[in-house]
């Protein structure tokens, strides 16, 4: 019955409640007990009484006081007793008839009933007063005998009855609401999540508790994060048949071509049997790409961590492109001062990130351009750029040079070679395991600059 949360937050205030209103109703009537209706109207009777002797006293001058209350204690059948100045007894009306009482000492809770003991032990209710004479007049009545039947019925049950049903309800409604505020977030939550992982799904309105809103920003979130990743997954899949189509399609058309006899020169065969090697050779490199790629995503790609000299290691990576060099007329240069600190990681990762990006930057370089790697430490990080003459990049391709199978192509004209989009995704990862990061600076028609840093001194 109450397997809901909404449910068990109603039941739980209500319970609170119900506690609440228990502990409150013991008090009341642990304070009735001690202070009855009863106790209170003959308390107010007393100060009636009291309040008449002296009203009588002021206007009739020549009428002592004791007068006044002799009549009073006769007409209202209360004890009136007068008090001097040193609190002696000067005046008991029922002297003769009851054991004298003491001047009552005072109350050490102002709450206590303003109850005294005769001589014989019995208790009387009284209110007192401090004359302009400095002289005491009190007046007291016999404790009323009480039963706690008559309490719980007289006092308790009326006022429970009245105020704390009235309580209890407003207290169940208010808890209801409490309830759906909280728990109503929550249902849409789960609502959302059942439709998950439909693309279509929208982000949970933020209402609630603070707690409830953040737990939903969270989900939104994750739900973000998982559309997206499905997204990038569709698109993953898309990018990887579209690339391997081609080569698989060159490679099918020439070998047919050997096989039905087409192919009928050497030349001819020649010609089949390279084409058929270079796709098979392109679809290799994407095969290991895409392993890179998966190696990195999960953590279990082989990096080995050891101090590597930064310009040294740039100057190797320039090497490696002297043949292209000499064939596009691109110069490439290192900078560096030879004293900069070394930088702990995996050279051979390292040297696959800066080849990309050399390689990169060599296929939209025109002829006769230059490519420039710097390297320098910057608040206290290694700072490498490399930067080429080439077209440049438009701010719209800037946001997604790094995602996977993206290609630049449109915004930098001028190369005939264009890989998978793979390197740059590769190069990424590669910084992002070593605990850097990468970005690209560019303007249209003014080059552009990869920027990769990477901390200093990393375990």
Not at 163 to 168: C, E, K, M, P, V
Not at 243 to 271: H, V, W, Y
Request: charged share 20%; no cysteine.
């Amino acid at each position: 019955m109450f397997s809901s949360l909404r449910s068990r937050l109603w039941l739980s205030y209500a319970l609170l409640i119900v506690t609440a209103l228990g502990v409150v109703a013991i008090i009341l009537f642990s304070y009735l007990i001690t202070n009855p209706l009863l106790y209170r109207q003959t308390l107010e009777r007393l100060r009636a009484v009291q309040g008449v002797v002296l009203e009588n006293s002021r206007t009739s001058n020549s009428q002592p006081i004791s007068i006044s209350a002799q009549k009073a204690s006769l007409i209202f059948d209360v004890r009136v007793i007068l008090y001097s100045q040193d609190r002696q007894m000067t005046l008991d009306t029922y002297s003769g008839k009851e054991a004298a009482l003491p001047f009552p000492e005072k109350r050490v809770f102002a709450r206590d009933v303003p109850l005294i003991r005769d001589a014989n032990g019995k208790a009387w209710l009284y209110s007192i007063e401090l004359l302009p004479d400095k002289t005491y007049l009190l007046v007291a009545s016999p404790r009323p005998k009480l039963s706690i039947s008559n309490v719980f019925t007289d006092d308790f049950l009326p006022l429970i009855l009245r105020s704390g049903l009235f309580a209890l309800l407003l207290s169940l409604v208010v808890a209801f609401f409490f309830a759906r505020w909280i728990a109503d977030p929550l249902q849409r939550v789960v609502t959302t999540a059942r439709e998950m992982p439909s693309a279509d799904v929208k982000p949970v309105d933020i209402r609630g508790p603070h707690e409830v809103q953040e737990l939903t920003r969270a989900f939104n979130g994750m739900m973000m994060r998982t559309q997206a990743s499905q997204r990038s997954q569709r698109d993953f899949v898309a990018n990887v048949s579209h690339e391997l189509k081609t080569p698989l399609t060159s490679i099918q058309g020439f070998a047919q071509a050997i096989l039905d006899g087409t192919a009928d020169s050497d030349e001819a065969r020649q010609k089949a049997a390279q084409v058929i090697y270079d796709e098979s050779g392109r679809m290799h490199r994407m095969v290991l790409d895409l392993l890179d790629l998966a190696r990195l995503d999960s953590g279990t790609a082989d990096i080995t961590m050891s101090p590597v000299k930064m310009t040294a290691l740039l100057n190797a990576v320039a090497e490696k492109f002297s043949p292209q060099l000499q064939r596009t007329g691109v110069q490439i240069k290192v900078e560096g001062a030879e004293n900069l600190p070394a930088v702990t990681a995996d050279g051979d990762r390292l040297a696959q990130v800066f080849t990309n990006l050399v390689d990169n930057a060599l296929k939209f370089t025109p002829q006769g351009g230059s490519i420039l790697l710097h390297v320098s430490v910057v608040n206290g990080e290694m700072r490498v750029a490399v930067s080429d003459t080439g077209m440049g990049i438009s701010a719209e391709v800037q946001k997604h040079i790094f995602e996977r199978f993206y290609q630049a192509d449109p915004a930098r004209k001028g190369g005939e070679k264009h890989g998978a989009g793979l390197g740059l995704a590769i190069a990424s990862e590669i910084v992002q395991a070593h605990g850097g990061r990468i970005s690209v600076r560019s303007r249209q028609g003014e080059g552009a600059t990869f920027e990769v840093f990477l901390p200093l001194g990393k375990k």
